[in-house]
């Protein structure tokens, strides 16, 4: 069981820049982990996953071009890069880890069993 939190949210004009940060417990190589954003009103939706190890990444649509997922193994964290923010990015973002398959899929929330409390980004000018 590995415990993660999300740090680096905050308020930033549409076409900024924001950088996430999930630090786990303990060590991630056994786990994918992926970023994950919960707007007012919606249901949780999968953003970005990278594999055990960092060996593959995995977007969403909507984000491709925009968000970059990074993983550093010897500091336990993974980050999430976000640019050209867009107001439709305003939501609260969760880190997540889980021990599904290996090549890790954004969308299937129900890989991911440990899940940070998440941080609000806000995207408005």
């Known amino acids: 069981q590995v415990q993660v939190v999300e740090s680096g949210g905050g308020l930033v004009q549409p076409g900024g820049s924001l950088r996430l940060t999930c630090t786990a417990s303990?060590?991630?190589?056994?786990?994918?982990t992926g970023w994950f954003r919960q707007a007012p009103g919606k249901d949780r939706e999968g953003v970005a996953c990278m594999s055990n190890k960092g060996g593959s990444a995995n977007y969403v649509y909507s984000v491709q071009g925009r968000f970059t997922i990074s993983r550093d193994n010897a500091k336990n964290t993974v980050s999430l890069q976000m640019n050209t923010l867009k107001p439709e990015d305003t939501a609260v973002y969760y880190c997540a880890a889980g021990l599904g398959p290996r090549n890790c899929d954004p969308k299937a929330l129900h890989e991911y069993q440990y899940w940070g409390q998440g941080t609000q980004v806000t995207v408005s000018s």
């Open positions: 303990g060590t991630l190589d056994s786990y994918s």
